[in-house]
C-alpha cells in the first residue's frame, strides 16, 4: 500500500465511521478498487479496517473527553469510595453502566462469528450494497414513526441493551455502527442528536477493544513501511473522525437523517450497477 492510497483510506474511514453511511462498505469498496484487498487472505483487510478506526478512537474520545472523564469519575467515586446503591447513583454513573450494557451484545455475537465477520463472505460487495439499501429502507421508517421526544436523560438500561443488540448487526458490513444505533434510538423515541450522541460514546469499548485486538493480531503481516502507513491512515482517520463527529451533531440538531437515507439507497445501487458492468469484483 502507497502513502497517497494510506492517505485516501484515513480520509474514508474518518468522514464516514460516525456519519450513518458505512465506513467499513466504503473501504472495501475502495480497496477493491485499488486492488488492496486478497482474495487469499481478506483477515489481513479486516485487520488495517479495524487499526485503523483507532484513530476515530481517538477523535471521540478528544471530543468527548470532558464528558467521558466526569463519567468516569463519578463511576469510581459512586461504586468504590462512597459505594452507593444503584437508585442512588449519578447521572453520569448510570451513563456508565448504560455504555457497558450496550457493549455486552456486540462483544458476544463479535467473539461467536469471530471467522464469519473477519472472512470473505463479509468482503462481498453484494452483501455490502444490501445492507445499505435495508438499513436505509429501516432508518426511513424510523424517522416517519419516531417521536423525537426523548433525552440524553431519559435514557434506561433496556434502552441501552436494545441499542447495544442494534450495534452489534454494524458486524455486518455496509450497515454502519452509527446507522444501526441511531436508527434503534429514534425507534425507542430519542431526538436525533441525543441518539448520535449516545451512538458515539457507545462505540467507544467496541472500537478499542477491535482496533487494540486487531493492531496485536496484525503485527505478523506488518513490516516497517506497512506500520509507516498504518499510522499515516490512523493519524488521518482521526483528524476527520473529529469533523465529522462536529459536522454530524451540529447537523442533527435541526434536520433529520434523510440525506443519508437517499445517499444509502444511490451507494447501493451504484456499487450493484459497477458488479453489472464489470467495474468492479464482488
Known amino acids: 500500500m502507497e502513502i497517497i492510497e494510506a492517505i485516501i483510506l ?29 482474495e487469499s487472505n481478506p483477515e489481513q483487510w479486516t485487520a ?18 470532558k464528558d467521558l472523564l466526569n463519567i468516569l469519575k463519578d463511576f469510581v467515586r459512586d461504586l468504590f469510595i462512597n459505594r452507593k446503591s444503584f437508585s442512588e447513583q449519578s447521572k453520569n454513573t448510570m451513563m456508565g453502566w448504560y455504555i457497558i450494557i450496550a457493549t455486552i451484545p456486540v462483544v458476544l455475537i463479535g467473539l ?50 436494545l441499542i447495544g443488540i442494534a450495534q452489534s448487526f454494524a458486524l455486518i458490513p455496509g450497515s454502519s455502527r452509527s446507522g444501526t444505533t441511531i436508527t434503534a434510538a429514534i425507534f425507542l423515541g430519542f431526538n436525533r442528536e441525543t441518539a448520535a450522541r449516545f451512538s458515539f460514546l457507545m462505540s467507544i469499548p467496541a472500537i478499542a477493544a477491535s482496533g487494540l ?9 506488518i513490516d516497517y513501511n506497512g506500520l509507516i502507513v498504518l499510522i499515516i491512515s490512523t493519524i488521518v482517520s482521526g483528524i476527520f473522525g473529529y469533523l465529522s463527529i462536529e459536522f454530524l451533531l451540529r447537523y442533527l440538531r435541526k434536520k433529520s437523517t434523510f440525506i443519508f437515507i437517499i445517499y444509502r439507497i444511490l451507494a447501493g445501487l451504484i456499487i450493484l450497477t459497477m458488479i453489472y458492468n464489470g467495474v468492479i469484483k464482488p
Open 213 to 221: 485486538l486487531q493492531f496485536y493480531q496484525a503485527l505478523q503481516y
Open 112 to 161: 461467536g462469528f469471530k471467522d464469519i465477520i473477519e472472512g470473505a463472505f463479509t468482503k462481498n460487495l453484494f452483501v455490502i450494497s444490501s445492507s445499505l439499501i435495508v438499513l436505509a429502507v429501516i432508518l426511513a421508517i424510523a424517522e416517519k414513526t419516531g417521536k423525537f421526544n426523548r433525552t440524553i436523560n431519559d435514557i434506561k438500561w433496556y434502552d441501552a441493551l
Open 48 to 65: 488495517f479496517i479495524a487499526v485503523i478506526q483507532v484513530g476515530t478512537l481517538l477523535a471521540v474520545l478528544i471530543y468527548f473527553w
Open 10 to 38: 484515513g480520509i474514508i474511514q474518518g468522514l464516514t465511521e460516525f456519519i450513518p453511511i458505512s465506513s467499513t462498505g466504503h473501504l472495501t469498496v475502495a480497496g477493491k478498487l485499488m486492488n488492496l484487498i486478497s
